[in-house]
């Protein structure tokens, strides 16, 4: 079993600025037991989604983004923009944007439709706007 706290550590570290981005793999491959960092960063990404962990999902999309490896969970992304229960819709939408293609616009689309409290403050306009 993955030790996801030692991944929720890391990245409190890193935010912190105790570690550096380039300095990621050093600490994370020796977690990484059988399994790549893209392997590592899903299992982390579905138990985020299992137990609707929402800081895990910010671990996720800030890891992903640190290593370069976004690009390669982008399908995941697409339908965790379309879950409530978490805070980090634009910070997807901004990652699907950058990486996406076509096949993206249709869950694009149906985000528009989202109704999120936590974005209620300017009636979800930036968020709107991101996905336009």
Do not use: C
Not at 39 to 56: C, P, Q, S, T, V
Not at 88 to 104: F, K, M, R
């Amino acid at each position: 079993m993955y030790k996801f706290d030692e991944l929720d550590t890391l990245i409190d570290h890193l935010l912190d600025d105790e570690i550096q981005a380039y300095d990621l793999p050093y600490y994370m491959e020796p977690m990484l037991e059988d399994i790549s960092f893209v392997g590592l960063l899903e299992a982390y990404l579905e138990e985020a989604i299992a137990h609707k962990n929402a800081d895990r999902i910010e671990g996720v999309l800030i890891l992903a983004g640190k290593l370069g490896e976004d690009k390669k969970l982008l399908s995941r992304y697409e339908n965790l923009l379309l879950e409530d229960w978490h805070h980090s819709h634009e910070d997807l939408v901004d990652t699907i944007e950058y990486y996406g293609n076509a096949s993206n616009v249709a869950t694009l689309q149906k985000a528009f439709s989202l109704s999120l409290p936590y974005m209620a403050y300017n009636h979800h306009y930036s968020f709107h706007r991101k996905l336009l």
